[in-house]
C-alpha cells in the first residue's frame, strides 16, 4: 500500500482550466512537497510546505500555482489556469526532518489539451 | 545554481556484466539520494548517503559518495533484466529547514538477455 497516496492518478483538462492536485501524506510527516516531470525529462522542484506556510519555491513555481493543507491532512496543489506546458507528471513527498528518507507518491499525470 | 549531472544517459548492458554510473555535481551538499523509475511508475527510493566516503549496497547496487571530488557512482554488479530502469541521482541542498532535491538528467538502463 502506497505511504503517499495521491489523486487523481491521471487528469485531462482544457487549456485555461483550474486543476486541482490532492495528496495525503503519511500522518506523522511534517514537510510536504510538490515536484513535477515533464514526459521524459528529470524530475524538478516546484514548492516546499512547513507549518502551513511555503518554506520555499523554485521559480517553476509563480503566480498560478499555489498550495494548501486546508484539513491538516490533504496536501493540495492549485494550478489557476493550465497551459500547455503544464502537462507533466507531478510528485508529492514527503519526509520527517533529518531522518534522510523521503518518500514520493505515485504521482498525478496531467494532461493540458 | 547546483547542477548535476549523470552519465552515460543511456547505457546498454547483458546480463551478468558490471557498470557503473557516475553523477557528479557542482557544489557542497548535505545529502545525496539515489532513485530508480520504472516507466510511468514513481521514485523508489535506492540509497540516502550523507557523508563522505558513504558506501551502501543492496542486491547488485552499490552506491558510494565522495563529497570532496562531489562524485557519486552506482555500481551495478552481475546486472539482471529486472534492473532495466531509469536510474536518477539527486543531491539535497538545503537553504531553508526542508529539503529541496536537484536531480540529474537520469541513466536510462536496459539489461539485454
Known amino acids: 500500500e502506497p505511504e503517499v497516496t495521491q489523486t487523481p492518478s491521471h487528469q485531462v483538462t482544457q487549456m485555461g482550466q483550474e486543476v486541482i492536485l490532492r495528496c495525503v501524506p503519511i500522518?506523522?510527516?511534517?514537510?510536504f512537497y510538490w515536484y513535477r516531470q515533464i514526459l521524459g525529462q528529470k524530475v524538478e522542484f516546484l514548492v516546499s510546505f512547513y507549518n502551513n506556510e511555503i518554506s520555499e519555491k523554485s521559480e517553476i513555481f509563480d503566480d498560478q500555482f499555489s498550495v494548501e493543507r486546508p484539513d491538516g491532512s490533504n496536501f493540495t496543489l492549485k494550478i489557476r489556469s493550465t497551459k500547455l506546458e503544464d502537462s507533466a507528471m507531478y510528485f508529492c513527498?514527503?519526509?520527517?526532518?533529518?531522518?534522510?528518507?523521503?518518500?514520493f507518491g505515485e504521482g498525478s499525470r496531467l494532461t493540458v489539451l | 545554481e547546483l547542477k548535476v549531472e549523470q552519465n552515460p544517459l543511456f547505457l546498454s548492458m547483458q546480463e551478468g556484466k558490471n557498470y557503473t554510473i557516475y553523477c557528479n555535481y557542482s557544489?557542497?551538499?548535505?545529502?545525496l539520494y539515489w532513485y530508480r523509475q520504472d516507466p510511468g511508475k514513481s521514485l523508489e527510493s535506492l540509497f540516502v548517503l550523507l557523508s563522505n566516503g558513504a558506501v551502501k549496497q543492496e542486491g547488485r547496487l552499490m552506491a558510494s559518495l565522495d563529497t570532496k571530488a562531489r562524485l557519486s557512482t552506482l555500481h551495478i554488479t552481475a546486472a539482471v533484466h529486472d534492473l532495466s530502469a531509469t536510474y536518477f541521482c539527486a543531491v539535497d541542498k538545503r537553504e531553508t529547514s526542508g529539503s529541496r532535491l536537484t536531480f540529474g538528467e537520469g541513466t536510462q538502463l536496459t539489461v539485454n538477455p
Open positions: 513527498a514527503t519526509d520527517i526532518q533529518n531522518t534522510g528518507e523521503l518518500f
Open positions: 557544489t557542497t551538499s548535505d545529502r
Open positions: 500522518s506523522n510527516h511534517l514537510y
